[in-house]
């Protein structure tokens, strides 16, 4: 229940003062930062009762979509979950930053930033795993479910956790355990031929509209794009006015393309918009392109060290014109269906005044190198390596950076002009678009960025100038460091297996049938116990010596142990089931096996039963440390008889001799 804000009344004023009398004012309490978070406490409970109200529209135009059949009416729908999307999406960030609002009061930004695109992270509703897991693991595993009920319950908890993950490495970390433990239920629960049978609910990042599947690669999909979603938020949050937070941004936007190409190639036939392959392939587009911004910004701190370096300045603009290519190629796939049908209009305005600012800063700054520099320093690049020069025949050799001064004024000119314009349209095209904050930093951000050439441009005009500027020509894209599509690094994130009580993947899955044998007793005959071990976790049986009591007793060659004396052992290494057997006095010892059978073979009955019914209650009094899946052993064979010390360096060895 979301409380109501309350007025400050009559009384407020007198308690205060009677609690100041009474000395109640301890050491370190800021009366001013405990006014501001009482009033940051009163929006809160607007913005989350606002949230409610768009919470409810949602859902009764969901109900409504998907209870009518009429096109035009779906429609209509579809596009009202869009615009309640957007709001959602728009009061959760301005929640989030009420949030730390008061715990980041840190230095004010030295100078504006132009703002990035996050991407808003895919909502879900709640999930019961219970009936569904408990039913597969007492059916296909032949244990108790309700002896899993906690970690069921664990799992669960998790989930609920990842639904709010987070703005920090900390989010990701939780995102990336929960599709570790994904990764390991799939390997355990489901097959190509059955899936868990949950219905998995995902609403769609982009437009709202819900989304469901009862595909577990629904689930992992969906959690990816959300790590995707907030490594996009991690970097446009970042301080970009200091080079380690351009640092860190370009960290963030190369890690979240590397989340969309990896959800693009491993997952496909996905039922909402945001993770077609059209949609992935221009979230990974827009990533790169902030990724190469961010790199822009960062030289941009280094350059007033040298502000009339020639050389400098023409990289910043073959750079400036590397962003707005990548931009410009961003907007070309926003503007082609499928994508324009759901992209954002803000996001396409955006893209498309960047694209032109960024082209226009790169006439700016060729303007600043024609102009500021010596001429000795341009003639050391070629021209055709910086600018895109039309080609003409009366110039066989190519074309010739002017050398006099007049002329690479006029030239400079001639860039700042194409600036100037450039500028003007981005502002244009920017007044088009709604604006997302209500404080429009990319209006500030192009304004200075226009200001700042048209003084440049007032200094060259001269009075007597009389000739009409040449064309600038186009500025040859380029940059010295091309962002990296880096994909997530799931193997940094340690977790253990939820349900490793079950036992080692390698055996104890639904992709395997395997029969229970035993208890079988076997005891020690003149030729010892009459197996070969191998292997751990579960150790295996490779051999049986013909008329020995392990083959009266019914041991085959593959087999594994699970018990042994009654103690479960299914994630006992090699050498302590060796110690163990070693210990085994003449009485025998209990040994509990399971075979693995052909996928084809029906379920046998009699003494090797087609499941672990009531088999192994006690795992968790074990001990066992994280799960490691099932791998050969590198010892040698180790068969049981009475000639240990003869055979022990062909790998025999006897756990103790015969009387």
Partial sequence: MI??????????????????AAGSVRKGYDTVVQTQCGRLQSRRARIHQQINKELRMRTGAENLYRATSNARVRETVALELSYVNSSLQLLKEELEELNCSVDTAGPEREGIAVPMIPLGLKET?????????????????????????????????????????SRSEVGLELLMAYYNQLCLLDARFVTPARSLGLLFHWYDSLTGVPAQQRTLAFEKGSVLFNIGALHTQIGARQDRSCPEGTSR??????????????????????????????????LEQLMTAQAQECFFEGLLLQAPAAPHDCLAQLRLAQEAAQVAAQYELVHRTMAQPPVCNYAPFAWTTLVHVKAKHFRALAHHHAAVALCDGPPAE??????????????????????VLPQEQEERRKLGKAHL??????????????????????????????????????TRYSELDLEDDFFEATEAPDIQPKTHRRPEVRAPSFSRVKVTDIFHRLGPLSVFSAKNRWRLVGPVHVTRGEGGFGFTLRGDSPVLITAVIPGSHAAAAGLQEGDYIVSVNGQPCKWWKHGEVVAQLKGVGDEGVSLQVVTLLPSAEPPSTGDRRPALRGLLRNQKECGWGTPVPAQASPRPLLGWSRKAKRDKAAGRLSPASQP
């Fill in 3 to 20: 409380p109501e804000e309350r007025r400050d009344g009559p009384g407020a004023g007198e308690e205060s003062t009677q609690l100041q």
């Fill in 125 to 165: 509703k709640e999930l019961d795993w219970s009936p569904a897991l408990k039913e597969l693991i007492s059916g296909h595993f032949g244990e108790d479910g309700t002896s899993y009920e906690t970690e069921i319950r664990e799992l669960t908890d998790l989930r609920q956790a990842t639904r709010t993950p």
């Fill in 249 to 282: 941004a370009v960290e963030a936007f190369q890690r979240a393309a590397g989340a969309f190409s990896h959800l693009r190639e491993k997952f496909s036939r996905a039922p909402s918009p945001d993770m077609s392959p059209a949609s992935l392939s221009m």
């Fill in 378 to 399: 341009a003639a050391c690049l070629a021209p055709e390596q910086v600018f895109l020069w039309p080609l003409a025949p009366s110039e066989p050799q190519g074309p």
């Fill in 417 to 454: 002009k194409r600036a100037i314009l450039g500028q003007e349209e981005a502002l244009r095209l920017h007044a088009v678009g709604r604006a997302l904050r209500r404080v429009d930093l990319l209006q500030a951000v192009l304004g200075q960025a226009l200001r700042r050439s048209l």
